[in-house]
């Protein structure tokens, strides 16, 4: 069974930084593409970044180029988003989902809350 | 990226069939086969109900369909039930080096 389970959201502060991770299990996690999508509360969805299976490419939407980074470890089933420079806009669900610039996002993490305020 | 266009809500009466469209641009949905549907029930995670225009993953119903006519891509509901009501966000590819982009999300009612 896939599993993606996010962690590491919680409240911070205007500029501050964050480091989300993204366990996978279910999978042959070294041959997918992962990605990150977010939702502002009531909003719809955002595709933040994603990653190629071998990482050696990364996308990342204008909103957060240059303040965001993606990465992955394969050894350990897990990808990462770090960020930087957190502005309130940036509050809201981070989900993890397998898949990549195709547009494939088959499996779904459950998302952690990101909330960015004084 | 601008966000693809849908309507902001569709809604039917259990066992009628609903459409929602997904308008964007010859750069996008227009310009390749790679529009995907996502289902979202409040509270919990987008689940993937079609991807590449017209497939459905393994254990989505076939009363789901999708089509792409132009730069407009469409989900179709037939026989709508109670649980299909739920958010519905559309998903295309926009090109290499480019992520995809979503819709702006259609909220159906089954009345």
């Known amino acids: 069974e896939v599993q993606l389970l996010e962690s590491g959201g919680g409240l911070v502060q205007p500029g501050g930084s964050l480091r989300l991770s993204c366990a996978a299990s279910?999978?042959?996690?070294?041959?997918?593409?992962m990605s990150w999508v977010r939702q502002a509360p009531g909003k719809g969805l955002l595709w933040v970044s994603a990653?190629?299976?071998?990482?050696?490419?990364?996308y990342y939407a204008d909103s957060v180029k240059g303040r965001f980074t993606i990465s992955r470890d394969n050894s350990k089933n897990m990808v990462f988003l770090q960020m930087n420079g957190l502005r309130a806009d940036d509050t809201a669900v981070y989900f993890c989902?397998?898949?990549?610039?195709?547009?494939?996002?088959?499996?779904w993490g459950q998302g952690t809350l990101v909330t960015v305020s004084p | 990226q601008s966000a693809l266009t849908q309507p902001p809500s569709a809604s039917g009466s259990p066992g009628q069939s609903v459409t929602i469209s997904c308008t964007g641009t010859?750069?996008?949905?227009?310009?390749?086969?790679?529009v995907s549907w996502y289902q979202q029930h409040p509270g919990k995670a987008p689940k993937l109900m079609i991807y590449?225009?017209?497939q459905r993953p393994s254990g989505i119903p076939d009363r789901f369909s999708g089509s792409k006519s132009g730069n407009t891509a469409s989900l179709t509901v037939s026989g709508l039930q109670p649980e299909d009501e739920a958010d519905y966000y559309c998903?295309?590819?926009?090109?290499?080096?480019?992520?995809?982009?979503f819709g702006t999300g259609t909220k159906v009612t089954v009345l």
């Open positions: 989902a397998r898949g990549g610039s195709s547009g494939r996002l088959d499996y």
């Open positions: 279910g999978f042959t996690f070294s041959s997918n593409a």
């Open positions: 990653i190629t299976a071998t990482g050696i490419t990364t």
């Open positions: 010859s750069s996008d949905v227009g310009g390749y086969n790679y």
């Open positions: 590449e225009v017209t």
């Open positions: 998903l295309s590819y926009a090109g290499a080096n480019n992520l995809g982009v």
